[in-house]
């Protein structure tokens, strides 16, 4: 999945997007779509259940097979794509904003609220992340808001180390001291010149990381601590083939594949924005 570089001009190499960029962006594309409008992609209701076709291998009738209950899995891979992508996204962008601000807090709060920040930001990052995501969905209970919750707070603080370090680069700048001197105030050198700066290479790392955040939602989705049933959700449905894997495969395979293609599709766009944000020349 690599990009290939070419020279226009006297410019600097840009980054020509491979086969395997667009064929991920398209799959992209294709699951976005499911998560707005199922409808569309896939007739029916993901809850329809049908005892006479319980178990049925793939056929043209049911193009994935169906479940113990009779329900289409294709259906609910498609209508599960919402509180999966929901997940990976609504973590990130949690723990981005959260890791944002502590960052922010931590580089430009003065020396004792730097060292307050970092060191509970040293505590979350020694504790096993899984055990954590337990202990706070434990508390709080199942759900898709919870797990979303539980993500966020063991990968904000990977943000808010990374956003302190690029602070701390910025603000001895040669155009924020600029901006100071012709006495800009404090919090518009901040927004205007710091966070935008700060900002632009986590949302590169953000993009990859979306991808890691929508397997460790399906893990705990796995384990029942997700959505509930009957809601459809990939980790949900992989936990649920797993007990009739011997003589229904397609149960728990469909749903972990859909789940492996996004991840992989997420990590090569993510990759290849990386190289464009690094000016193209890997």
Avoid at 32 to 42: F, Y
Avoid at 181 to 188: A, D, I, M, Q
């Amino acid at each position: 999945m690599s990009t290939a570089v070419i020279t226009i001009g006297a410019g600097r190499p840009r980054a020509v997007p491979r086969p395997g960029v667009w064929a991920a962006a398209l799959f992209l594309t294709v699951v976005t779509v499911a998560a707005i409008a199922p409808g569309v992609v896939a007739p029916g209701t993901p809850d329809a259940a049908d005892a006479l076709a319980a178990l049925r291998g793939p056929s043209p009738a049911h193009l994935l097979g169906t479940d113990a209950n009779g329900r289409d899995v294709f259906t609910r891979i498609v209508f599960g794509a919402a509180p999966s992508l929901l997940a990976g996204l609504g973590a990130t962008a949690l723990a981005v904003a959260a890791g944002t601000a502590l960052g922010l807090l931590a580089a430009l709060g003065g020396r004792v609220l730097d060292e307050v920040v970092m060191r509970l930001v040293e505590v979350l990052l020694a504790l096993p992340t899984l055990l954590l995501a337990l202990l706070v969905i434990t508390v709080a209970g199942p759900g898709t808001l919870n797990v979303i919750f539980a993500i966020a707070l063991y990968t904000a603080p990977s943000y808010a180390r990374l956003v302190r370090a690029q602070t701390m680069v910025i603000r001895h700048a040669g155009y924020v001291e600029a901006a100071t001197s012709l006495g800009l105030t404090r919090r518009r050198i901040i927004l205007r010149h710091v966070l935008p700066n700060a900002f632009a290479p986590l949302l590169v790392l953000a993009t990859i990381e979306v991808g890691t955040a929508l397997v460790a939602a399906a893990s705990l989705s796995y384990l029942g601590l997700g959505p509930q049933p009957p809601a459809p959700e990939w980790g949900a449905m992989l936990s649920a083939g797993r007990d009739y894997f011997s003589v229904a495969w397609w149960i728990a395979i469909f749903p972990g594949v859909a789940i492996t293609l996004t991840v992989l599709s997420i990590t090569v766009v993510g990759r290849h924005l990386r190289r464009l944000a690094e000016g193209g020349t890997s």
